[in-house]
């Protein structure tokens, strides 16, 4: 799967192995909504392009793109997560078998601080060498509480020590969340915080039933939603709707707190309003969702990039606010894409 495509000059920008890892994810949940079989055969294609040419066999890693030196945290939580997700689709052995030699290349190459389980995971390392690559100011490039996301990896795979993993990753999220938002002064930038704060949100989700989480769960989505709703009219990424609306609404049926049907209402129209006609001339852009738009709100110009990802959550966010309007709510938290 491509990072993009840019529809103002019809190409695709270079194929992710995280991307396609969040494809496996979207494509294997449009076949438990649907029962369609393209959307599980192309899901096991997208898995088998993974276990086979993305990952790299000498160094026991997924790097970043095809030929990358470097490999990230986060990009290979989200792969393990949508390899654990055709697994349990298929059956397929392989997709498990790779699943698991990424989460221990998650666990064991990523590992900072002083070892004893303080959550603290670097977000990119070097190959062959897996050394830790200097931080950065950029959010990507520092550790923080989006790495909780990919933690969920280990959570899921339910493998003995994952839950440990997860825990001492919870821990340190919870200790740093406040200051991920204040750190950047650059109105833009921190719309693009917003959406690797979702991730931190999407994290606490398995665990909303603890108070101190319960706590951060409401307090964040209220700090990220006025955030996102006061930036917007400058600039906007649809997939910051897309991941407050599905945080919104998950936490609201596990019982973490009641849901505001307004701003939901509101974040499902944001986040559609970015979505190409099913009937697009350009039929790579059919039933797409932009990534963004800049200036006057929802009259503001498309940003020309239609994105997996944008798209993916959208879809996923449209769809759970479909059935929670519809009274047939019906979700397994590992669904999440």
């Known amino acids: ?20 890892g969040y494809a496996v994810s979207a494509l294997t949940y449009l076949h438990s909504l649907t029962g369609e079989t393209a959307y599980l055969d192309a899901a096991s294609r997208a898995a088998r392009y993974l276990c086979r040419h993305a990952w790299d066999q000498a160094g026991s890693a997924f790097p970043f793109e095809p030929g990358s030196g470097r490999a990230y945290f986060f990009d290979t939580g989200i792969i393990v997560r949508g390899l654990a997700a055709a697994w349990r ?9 790779r699943a698991r030699e990424g989460a221990l290349s998650l666990a064991f190459d990523f590992m ?52 440990k993993l997860y825990e001492s990753v919870l821990a340190y999220s919870l200790a740093t ?7 950047e002064p650059d109105r833009e930038k921190l719309m693009d915080r917003l959406h690797a704060y979702g991730y931190f949100l999407e994290g606490l989700l398995p665990v909303a039933e603890r108070s101190e989480v319960r706590g951060a769960l409401a307090s964040g989505l209220a ?20 991941q ?45 969702f932009y990534f963004g738009r800049k200036g006057a709100g929802k009259g503001g110009a498309l940003l020309p990039f239609c994105n997996p990802v944008s798209t993916a959550f959208g879809m ?22």
């Open 1 to 20: 799967m491509a990072r993009y495509y840019r529809s103002d000059s019809d190409a695709n920008a270079a194929v992710s192995n995280e991307i396609t």
């Open 223 to 242: 700090r990220a939603a006025a955030l996102y709703r006061e930036i917007a009219p400058e600039f906007e990424r649809s997939d910051v709707p897309a």
């Open 244 to 288: 407050l609306l599905r945080v919104r609404l998950i936490a609201s049926h596990l019982g973490a707190f009641e849901l505001d049907e307004e701003a939901a209402c509101e974040e499902a129209s944001r986040a559609a309003s970015f979505q190409a006609a099913g009937d697009h001339p350009d039929p790579r852009l059919r039933g797409g």
């Open 177 to 183: 969340h406040e200051a991920f938002l204040t750190v």
């Open 112 to 163: 900072g601080g002083d070892f004893m389980g303080n959550g603290v995971f670097h977000p990119i390392i070097s190959l062959p060498e897996k050394q830790p690559v200097a931080y950065e100011p950029r959010w990507s490039r520092t550790p923080g509480c989006y790495q909780l996301k990919s933690a969920l990896a280990w959570r899921e795979l339910a493998e003995q020590g994952g839950a």
């Open 316 to 337: 996923q966010a449209l769809e759970l606010w479909r059935q929670h309007q519809e009274g047939r709510w019906s979700f397994d938290l590992r669904q999440l894409i």
């Open 89 to 97: 689709a298929t059956g397929d052995d392989e997709f498990l078998t």
